[in-house]
C-alpha cells in the first residue's frame, strides 16, 4: 500500500467484547433443522433451557420489560397460545445471537475496555466484569413530571427562559419540543404557539438567567397583583409543562451532583426524597451484583422504581465494564491507517451533506463572501436564510436559495469513477474467491482530489479484530473487518458515553478538545433529545472548556455556557465559521456522542453540529458500491489486512414480499440461495445491529423472516469465513474502536479579527413601493437579449424620474432577468413603476416574455464592502448596463468589429481602471491564471493588448465598436475604488474580501453581456492576465507598447 499517511491512529482505543460466547447457549429448540418449526411443549422446554443461564437470564431482564413479563408467564406455566409462544422463543433466540453477534454495549450484552499498544500483542480475559448503573432518563424525565406537580417541589427548582423561544407576530413559538415523558409521544417536526402576552413577555425577560420558581413567582405576583398567586402559579406551571420555561430537573448528566440537587429540591424529609433515595439504594445494590447474581436486585430495584413512578419502564440504565487486559501491537494499527487513508482518497466529492454545502452556497448569495451575519438573524426563515433542506424539528419551509443551490450540486458528475468502479467489481465477480483485493494501483485510479488540506480533523473507525490467537496477531495473521457502525466524524465520539465505564475520561477529553496550534475554542453541544429516554445515549462528561447549550437547562458553572444567540456565522471563503463576536474568535461546535442528529435533536443543535461540513466538498465514507449497492450479491473486498466490506447477499425481491407466507418465503429461500451460492451460515445486518444464523436450521430462518418483514436488512459472510477466528478474545465477538487524527494535522488559520472591527451584515431591504423599483422579468433564455437591448428605450422614457438602474440574468429557479431602477423621491418612484408596468405588458404581448412582477430588492452590502461602498458600486452597475445594452444593440445588427471575447476582455480592463490610479495589472496578472487549453492564442493577446492601453482602454473600445457614449460613461473615476481601498500598488497586496469584490464585478459584467457561460468568462479572465502579464514584462524591459 501507499506510503502516504493521510491519518494517525492514536489512544485510548476502546474495546468492546461480547458477554457471552456463541457456542454458551443452544441458540434453536429441537427439530428446527428439520424444517418444521416446534411445537408448544418443545418450546416451552426450549425457553427454560435457555432461562437456566443466570447470566443470560438477567441480560433479558435488563434490556428488555416486556419480554421478561412473557418468560415469567412461561415460569409459572400460565396459559398462552403457540402463537405467543413462538413469538416469545424467537424475541429470545434474537436476543442470544445478537449477544453473540456484534458486540453492542447495551445493558449486559457487551462489556467495554481501554486497549493500549504495546510491542507484542497481549490478551487476558480473567476476573469478573463489573457493572456501572445510573437512573434511566426516561424514568427520571417521567418522574419529575410527577414532582412538579407539588408546589413545593416547583418552588424550589431553579428555571430559565427556553432560548429556543421566538416572537412572531403576536405568538410565542417553540419550535422544538420533545416528546411527552408521560406517554412518550413523538414531537417530530412539530412547533408549539402561545398567545404572546404581557405576562408571557415578561416571564421571558425576567427568567433570561437562572432564578428560583419561587422568587419568579413572589416577583410575578408583585408585578401583577390582580392576577393572583394561584393564576400566576398555575401560568407558570404550564410554561413549564410546555417547556417555555426549564427547570434543574432536566439533567444534562445523571450524576452524583445532579441528584444531591434533586435531593435538597424534594426536600430531604419529604416522601419523594424517601422514595427516591430507596430507588438509588436499590440501584446500589444491584450495582454490587457480580453479573449473572443480580436478577433478585434487579427486580427490587425494578419495583423500588414503580413504586415512585410507575410507568412500566426500567428504572436504570446498565453498562459493563470488561475485565480485559488488552494491548495491541503497532501493526494492527498501521493496517487501520492506512485503510482510512485509501478511502479518504477514494470518496467521492458532493456525495455526503451536500445540503450543507448549498447552504454555504446560498450565504454567500444572500449576504456576500467574508460577511458576518448574527446566528439567530441567519436561522430566522423571515430575515436570514432558515435552515438547511430536510431538517426536521421542526419542518419549515426554506430560503428557495438552498434548493437551487442543492440542484445545482446535484448535477456534479463524478466522471468516469463509476466506470472504473464497475471494472473492479467484474474483477471481483469473477474471481472464484469472489474477492476484490484493491492495490495501490486501484485506489489511485478511483482516487478523487485527496489534498491534506480537506482531510478531517480526526475520526473514529471500528473494526472487528479477527485472530486465532495473539501470538497470530503479532505473526501477522489477522484480519480487520469494517464494523456495520462504521464510527464517527469526531475522534472521541464513539467512546465518550462509555468514559466513565472504561475510566478514559480525560484521555477522551484530550481526543474531542485537544490542545491546537490556533485558538479556537471547542464547545460541546448540549441539547435535550426529542426522546426523553434518548438521554441515555447522550451521557457523556464535560469533554470540553466551554458548551452551548441549545433548548437545554444550563447547569454547573456558567463561566462554561456560550449563548448561542450571542454568536456570528462568517464565510471565510472556504466555510462558515462560528465566531464570538467581541474577540473574533473560532468557536468549533462538537458532538461527542452518537445520537441520530437528523430526527431526534433541535434544528439548531444538529445545523451547529453540521456547520464544518460546509465547505467540505469531500467527506470521508466507508467503502461504497456507487450505485451498485442493489446487485443480488457483491464480493468481499479487501485492502490490505482489512476487510473492507464483506461478501455480501441482498434477499431477493420474492423473499421481501412472501414474508407473510411462510411455506412459500421458504422455497424462495432456498431458490435464492442456489442462484446467487448463499453460505449455510451468514450474518445478518440491519444498520448497527449484527447477528449470525445457520440457513439450514428452520428456526433461524423463522428469526430472519420475522426481521425481513419489518427492517432493511443485508446478509454477509461470517467472520469464520474469512479464514479468522475470534479464539484471541477468548472466543467471543469484539470490535475495537480506534481514533485517527489527520496527518499532518491542518495548518493554522490567520490570527483572528474582532468581529466588531468586521461589518455585521444586517441584510438591507427595499420593498415593493419603496424607492426601488425591482422587477423580474421570465422568459426563455433565447429572449434574454432582445429583453436587454429593450431596456435602452425603456430607460431612456425615466432618465428625470431615475438616478440610476442596472440589470442582472439570472438562471434558477428558472431564466429571468432582474431590473433595478431607484427614483430619487416617491413621486417618482410611482412613475417608474407605472411607465416600466405598461413597457413590459406590451412586450408580453408580442410574446417577448412570459411574466413579470415587482420584487423587494435585498443588496449584497457585504460582498462589496459595506453600505458606503455598495452605493459605488450600484452606480458601477448602472454603467456597465448602460455600456451593455449599447453593446448587445451593436451586436444584434450583425454588425459589431469587435469580436465579443475581445469586446468583453476590454470591457473587463475598462472596468478595472475606472477604479482610480492604482496597479490593476499587477492584481490581474496574479489573479488569473495562464491559459493551459488552448482557448487563448497569441493573436487574441496581441489584438486584445491593442484595445487594453493604459488610459486609453475605454477610448478605444468606444472607437473600435462606434459606440463614442462608452467612453463618455467611463471617464470620470468611480468611488468604489477608494471605498475597496484601491490605490499604488494594492495590486500586489492578497486581500480575499478586495479579492472578492473585484472577481464579483467582473463576473457581473460577464453576466450583463453574455450571462451563463462558465468557458467564456474563463476565457475572458484568462486572456485578461496574459495581457496585464505582457504589458507589465514590456515595462519592465524598457519597451512601450504601440
Not at 398567545?195 to 433570561?208: P, V
Not at 451484583?289 to 419495583?303: H, K, N, R, S
Not at 431596456?791 to 428558472?814: C, I, K, M, N
Not at 475606472?914 to 488569473?928: H, I, K, M, P, V
Request: aromatic fraction near 6%.
Amino acid at each position: 500500500m501507499t506510503s502516504v499517511n493521510y491519518f494517525q491512529a492514536t489512544e485510548p482505543i476502546l474495546l468492546r467484547i461480547s458477554s457471552l460466547a456463541p457456542d454458551g447457549l443452544r441458540s434453536s429448540p429441537p427439530r428446527s433443522g428439520d424444517g418444521e418449526l416446534p411445537d408448544s411443549e418443545q418450546l416451552i422446554s426450549y425457553i427454560q433451557e435457555m432461562m437456566k443461564d443466570d447470566f443470560f437470564r438477567e441480560a433479558v431482564a435488563v434490556s428488555s420489560v416486556s419480554l421478561a413479563s412473557a418468560l415469567a408467564k412461561v415460569e409459572r406455566r400460565a396459559v398462552m397460545s403457540r402463537k405467543n409462544l413462538l413469538s416469545t422463543a424467537v424475541s429470545l433466540t434474537r436476543y442470544f445471537l445478537r449477544i453473540t453477534g456484534r458486540p453492542t454495549p447495551f445493558g449486559l450484552h457487551a462489556g467495554v475496555a481501554e486497549v493500549r499498544t504495546g510491542d507484542r500483542a497481549r490478551a487476558v480475559f480473567t476476573g469478573t466484569a463489573r457493572k456501572a448503573v445510573r437512573l434511566d432518563a426516561g424514568w427520571l424525565a417521567g418522574a419529575a413530571d410527577s414532582w412538579l406537580a407539588l408546589p413545593a417541589v416547583r418552588r424550589a427548582v431553579d428555571v430559565v427562559a427556553n432560548d429556543l423561544c421566538t416572537v412572531r407576530g403576536d405568538r410565542l413559538v417553540l419550535p422544538y419540543v420533545t416528546a411527552s415523558p408521560v406517554d412518550g409521544t413523538p414531537a417530530t417536526g412539530r412547533e408549539l404557539s402561545l398567545r404572546h402576552t404581557t405576562l408571557t413577555a415578561w416571564i421571558r425577560d425576567r427568567a433570561r438567567t437562572t432564578l428560583r420558581y419561587g422568587d419568579l413567582l413572589a416577583d410575578a405576583v408583585k408585578v401583577f397583583p390582580t392576577a393572583g398567586e394561584e393564576r400566576l402559579d398555575g401560568v407558570l406551571l404550564s410554561l413549564v409543562r410546555s417547556e417555555v420555561l426549564l427547570t434543574s430537573l432536566s439533567p444534562r448528566l445523571i450524576d452524583e451532583k445532579f441528584l444531591a440537587r434533586t435531593m435538597s429540591v424534594l426536600g430531604p424529609s419529604s416522601d419523594e426524597a424517601a422514595g427516591l433515595r430507596d430507588v438509588l439504594s436499590a440501584l446500589v445494590d444491584y450495582r454490587s451484583a457480580p453479573p449473572g447474581d443480580g436478577a433478585g436486585a434487579w427486580t427490587a430495584l425494578e419495583d423500588a422504581g414503580r413504586a415512585v413512578h410507575p410507568d412500566g419502564r426500567s428504572v436504570a440504565q446498565v453498562d459493563l465494564r470488561s475485565p480485559a487486559e488488552v494491548e495491541l501491537p503497532r501493526a494492527v494499527l498501521a493496517e487501520a491507517e492506512a485503510y482510512a487513508g485509501a478511502l479518504w482518497r477514494i470518496a467521492p466529492e458532493g456525495k455526503s451533506h451536500r445540503r450543507m454545502r448549498a447552504y454555504y452556497e446560498a450565504f454567500v448569495e444572500k449576504y456576500g463572501e467574508g460577511a458576518a451575519v448574527r446566528l439567530p438573524d441567519l436561522i430566522d426563515p423571515h430575515r436570514g436564510l432558515g435552515y438547511p433542506s430536510g431538517y426536521l424539528n421542526p419542518r419549515v419551509s426554506n430560503d428557495p436559495r438552498l434548493y437551487v443551490h442543492e440542484r445545482a450540486l446535484e448535477g456534479e458528475r463524478p466522471g468516469d469513477r463509476l466506470e472504473r468502479i464497475a471494472a473492479l467489481i467484474q474483477r471481483g465477480v469473477v474471481n472464484p474467491d469472489r474477492e476484490l483485493v484493491l492495490s495501490d494501483e486501484d485506489i489511485a485510479r478511483i482516487t478523487i482530489d485527496s489534498r491534506p488540506s480537506a482531510l478531517p480533523h480526526s475520526l473514529d473507525l471500528c473494526f472487528q479484530l479477527l485472530a486465532d490467537s495473539a501470538e497470530g496477531i503479532d505473526a501477522g495473521d489477522f484480519r480487520l473487518l469494517a464494523s456495520p457502525m462504521v464510527g464517527a466524524g469526531l475522534a472521541g465520539a464513539t467512546a465518550a458515553r462509555f468514559a466513565y465505564v472504561s475510566r478514559t475520561e480525560e484521555a477522551v477529553a484530550r481526543l474531542v478538545d485537544p490542545a491546537g496550534a490556533d485558538d479556537a475554542i471547542t464547545a460541546q453541544v448540549v441539547f435535550r433529545p426529542q426522546i426523553p429516554r434518548l438521554l441515555n445515549v447522550v451521557q457523556v462528561p464535560e469533554l470540553t472548556r466551554y458548551d452551548i447549550p441549545v433548548g437545554a437547562f444550563p447547569a454547573g458553572n456558567g463561566n462554561r455556557h456560550i449563548d448561542w444567540r450571542t454568536l456570528v456565522v462568517e464565510s471565510d471563503g472556504e466555510r462558515l465559521r462560528l465566531l464570538l463576536p467581541d474577540s473574533g474568535r473560532e468557536v468549533r461546535p462538537v458532538v461527542p456522542h452518537m445520537l441520530s442528529m437528523s430526527s431526534v435533536a433541535p434544528n439548531l443543535a444538529r445545523f451547529l453540529g453540521e456547520l464544518r461540513f460546509t465547505g467540505e466538498r469531500k467527506v470521508w465514507q466507508p467503502w461504497d458500491w456507487a450505485g451498485y449497492g442493489l446487485s443480488p450479491w457483491q464480493p468481499r473486498v479487501r485492502i490490505g489486512k482489512v476487510v473492507a466490506s464483506p461478501l455480501t447477499w441482498r434477499p431477493s425481491p420474492e423473499m421481501r414480499h412472501l414474508t407473510n407466507q411462510r411455506d412459500d418465503w421458504s422455497r424462495a429461500v432456498d431458490h435464492w440461495r442456489r442462484e446467487v451460492r448463499v453460505d449455510d451460515e451468514v450474518t445478518v445486518v440491519s444498520g448497527d445491529k449484527a447477528y449470525g444464523i445457520d440457513l439450514r436450521d428452520s428456526f433461524h430462518r423463522e428469526v430472519l423472516r420475522r426481521d425481513l418483514a419489518r427492517e432493511d436488512l443485508v446478509l454477509t459472510e461470517t467472520p469464520r469465513a474469512l479464514g479468522f477466528g475470534h479464539g484471541w478474545s477468548a472466543g467471543r465477538s469484539n470490535e475495537i474502536c480506534i481514533p485517527l487524527v489527520a496527518h499532518p494535522p491542518r495548518p493554522p488559520r490567520a490570527p483572528h479579527v474582532p468581529v466588531a472591527a468586521k461589518t455585521i451584515c444586517v441584510p438591507e431591504r427595499h420593498p415593493v413601493g419603496s424607492l426601488w423599483t425591482s422587477i423580474h422579468i421570465h422568459a426563455v433564455l433565447e429572449a434574454h437579449d432582445a429583453l436587454v437591448r429593450g431596456l435602452g428605450d425603456l430607460t431612456a422614457q425615466v432618465t428625470d424620474t431615475v438616478d440610476r438602474w442596472f440589470y442582472l440574468r439570472y438562471f434558477s429557479p428558472e431564466p429571468h432577468v432582474r431590473l433595478r431602477l431607484r427614483s430619487p423621491d416617491a413621486a417618482s418612484a410611482a412613475v417608474v413603476r407605472q411607465i416600466v408596468l405598461e413597457h413590459l405588458h406590451r412586450a408580453r404581448e408580442t410574446g417577448l416574455l412570459r411574466e413579470f412582477s415587482a420584487q423587494a430588492y435585498e443588496p449584497e452590502t457585504t460582498r462589496y464592502g459595506g453600505p458606503r461602498a455598495l452605493d459605488a458600486a450600484e452606480e458601477v452597475f448602472c454603467r456597465d448596463s448602460r455600456t451593455a445594452v449599447a453593446q448587445l444593440t451593436l451586436l444584434g445588427s450583425g454588425r459589431s468589429p469587435v469580436p465579443l471575447h475581445l469586446m468583453l476582455c476590454a470591457g473587463h480592463a475598462m472596468l478595472l481602471e475606472s477604479l482610480g490610479d492604482w496597479d490593476w495589472r499587477g492584481w490581474a496578472a496574479r489573479q488569473f491564471p495562464k491559459c493551459t487549453d488552448g482557448s487563448v492564442t497569441r493573436g487574441d493577446v496581441e489584438a486584445a493588448a491593442r484595445l487594453i492601453q493604459p488610459g486609453r482602454t475605454a477610448a478605444n473600445l468606444a472607437a473600435a465598436c462606434g459606440i463614442p457614449g462608452i467612453e463618455t460613461l467611463w471617464r470620470e473615476p468611480s468611488g468604489l475604488g477608494r471605498e475597496l481601498g484601491l490605490s499604488g500598488d494594492a495590486g500586489h497586496r492578497a486581500d480575499r474580501r478586495r479579492d472578492t469584490a473585484l472577481v464579483s464585478l467582473l463576473h457581473m459584467q460577464h453576466n450583463r453581456l453574455i450571462g451563463n457561460d462558465l468557458a467564456s468568462e474563463s476565457r475572458a479572465i484568462v486572456l485578461l492576465g496574459h495581457v496585464a502579464r505582457q504589458q507589465l514584462g514590456r515595462a519592465l524591459n524598457g519597451k512601450t507598447q504601440s
